[in-house]
């Protein structure tokens, strides 16, 4: 007797794998949906919240009328300047730097084969708090003025970035491994040159705003910086969307991505530097957020699995809200005092994490 071999298709010529990425493709559609409206929800009732509370539909009013020269004003000059030059740079820094941190958590996962990898895991961060606290304590970088806290940050993260991208590489290709363990051994070394500097300094005050700048806060917010590192961050998750199959292949192991035709030491390195930009980017204008970068991406492989091309979109979105939200808190929970950012992510990200391991078979 013949045996017939083939594909089962339905009458349509639909196979079960085609309605299975359909099935994927719609979830993934509702997902980013969803959350996008929840972010273009969030933004102007987070900018309405404060001290003195601002109606969300004033709050568009002056965004409209100051990106899009909508001429009916009736607001004062005070909700104005609050709105504008205040709170609106801040909530929408929130919202780059979650999104920045929550695409970095999951590309370097993806680079290390490691699901507890994050932007603090390689150094990056730590290499960002090394230059914060040079510019804070002794004034390296006054030469650029405004920016020199921030730019002294990128300047620290890229650096940071650049001695594991050597340490990794040797004289070899780099591994998952050698990237990981050059990681952690930079950020050792640079979070012990940051409590150096706090130790060496006799400003009391300068070891409280580097404390404060390691724990995370969008203080600092301007436009400039939510410019630069949105445009950056953004940059970022373009590259990263592109190279969505490359990421993917990696999840497979070096020799399977080798066969895939994605050779794994140099995807790791191409997007060691687009994550190490976008990162520094966010850390330089934010300080030490953590719990963003690690936390988010579990959260997106829950709503729509561990393909990058959808994991990504989702996991931005899922940061820049969730960001907007602990920023809301950090203000108004012990006002007039600000909770440092990282405060308010830990204490949701490290039950979160609790709840995962508890998980795990």
Same mark, same amino acid.
């Given at each position: 007797m013949?045996?017939?071999?083939?594909?089962?298709?339905?009458?349509?010529?639909?196979?079960p794998?085609?309605?299975?990425?359909?099935?994927?493709?719609?979830?993934?559609?509702?997902?980013?949906?969803g959350?996008?409206?929840?972010?273009?929800?969030?933004v102007?009732?987070?900018?309405?919240?404060?001290?003195?509370?601002?109606?969300?539909?004033?709050?568009?009013?002056?965004?409209?009328?100051?990106?899009?020269?909508v001429?009916?004003v009736t607001?004062?000059?005070?909700?104005?300047?609050?709105?504008?030059?205040?709170?609106?740079?801040?909530?929408?820094?929130?919202?780059?730097?979650?999104?920045?941190?929550?695409?970095?958590?999951?590309?370097l996962?993806?680079?290390?084969?490691?699901?507890l990898?994050e932007?603090?895991?390689?150094?990056?961060?730590?290499?960002?708090?090394?230059?914060a606290?040079?510019t804070?304590?002794?004034?390296?970088? /006054?030469?650029?003025?405004?920016?020199?806290?921030?730019?002294s940050a990128?300047?620290?993260?890229?650096?940071?970035?650049?001695?594991?991208?050597?340490?990794?590489?040797?004289?070899?290709?780099i591994?998952?491994?050698?990237?990981?363990?050059?990681?952690?051994?930079?950020?050792?070394?640079?979070?012990? /040159?940051?409590?150096?500097?706090?130790?060496a300094?006799?400003?009391?005050?300068?070891?409280?705003?580097?404390?404060?700048?390691?724990?995370?806060?969008?203080?600092?917010?301007?436009?400039s910086?939510?410019?630069?590192?949105?445009?950056?961050?953004?940059?970022?998750f373009?590259v990263?969307?592109?190279?969505?199959?490359?990421?993917?292949?990696?999840?497979?192991?070096?020799?399977?991505?080798?066969?895939?035709?994605?050779?794994?030491?140099?995807?790791?390195?191409?997007?060691?530097?687009?994550?190490?930009? =976008?990162?520094?980017?966010?850390v330089?204008?934010s300080?030490?957020?953590?719990?963003?970068?690690?936390?988010?991406?579990?959260?997106?492989?829950? =709503?729509?699995?561990g393909?990058?091309?959808?994991?990504?979109?989702? /996991?931005?979105?899922?940061?820049?809200?969730?960001?907007?939200?602990?920023?809301?808190v950090?203000?108004?929970?012990?006002?007039?005092?600000?909770?440092?950012?990282?405060?308010?992510?830990?204490?949701?990200?490290?039950?979160?994490?609790?709840?995962?391991?508890?998980?795990?078979?």
């Amino acid at each position: 007797m013949a045996t017939v071999t083939g594909t089962v298709r339905d009458g349509d010529g639909t196979t079960p794998d085609d309605l299975d990425r359909r099935s994927r493709s719609k979830r993934t559609i509702l997902w980013v949906t969803g959350l996008s409206l929840v972010l273009l929800t969030s933004v102007p009732v987070a900018i309405g919240l404060g001290p003195v509370s601002i109606p969300p539909g004033t709050v568009a009013g002056i965004l409209g009328h100051h990106l899009f020269g909508v001429p009916d004003v009736t607001w004062t000059p005070a909700e104005d300047n609050v709105v504008w030059l205040v709170r609106a740079p801040r909530v929408l820094l929130a919202v780059v730097v979650g999104a920045a941190l929550a695409i970095s958590g999951v590309a370097l996962q993806a680079l290390v084969r490691n699901v507890l990898a994050e932007p603090y895991l390689l150094g990056i961060s730590a290499g960002a708090s090394t230059g914060a606290a040079l510019t804070l304590l002794f004034g390296v970088g /006054a030469a650029l003025g405004a920016g020199s806290l921030a730019g002294s940050a990128f300047i620290g993260a890229v650096a940071a970035t650049a001695v594991v991208f050597a340490l990794a590489r040797g004289s070899g290709r780099i591994t998952a491994v050698r990237l990981l363990l050059a990681g952690v051994a930079v950020g050792y070394v640079l979070n012990a /040159a940051t409590s150096f500097l706090i130790f060496a300094s006799d400003t009391p005050e300068g070891a409280r705003a580097v404390l404060f700048w390691l724990l995370g806060s969008l203080t600092r917010a301007q436009w400039s910086g939510v410019l630069i590192a949105g445009a950056l961050t953004l940059l970022a998750f373009v590259v990263l969307v592109m190279w969505s199959r490359r990421l993917d292949a990696l999840n497979f192991g070096d020799d399977t991505a080798h066969a895939l035709g994605s050779p794994p030491a140099r995807v790791r390195a191409q997007a060691l530097v687009v994550v190490a930009v =976008c990162v520094a980017a966010a850390v330089a204008v934010s300080g030490g957020i953590g719990f963003v970068g690690l936390i988010v991406p579990h959260v997106a492989r829950l =709503c729509v699995g561990g393909v990058h091309r959808r994991l990504l979109p989702v /996991a931005a979105l899922i940061g820049a809200s969730f960001l907007v939200w602990a920023d809301v808190v950090a203000r108004l929970a012990f006002a007039p005092r600000e909770l440092p950012l990282g405060i308010v992510t830990a204490v949701v990200g490290a039950p979160f994490l609790a709840i995962l391991v508890r998980r795990l078979p």
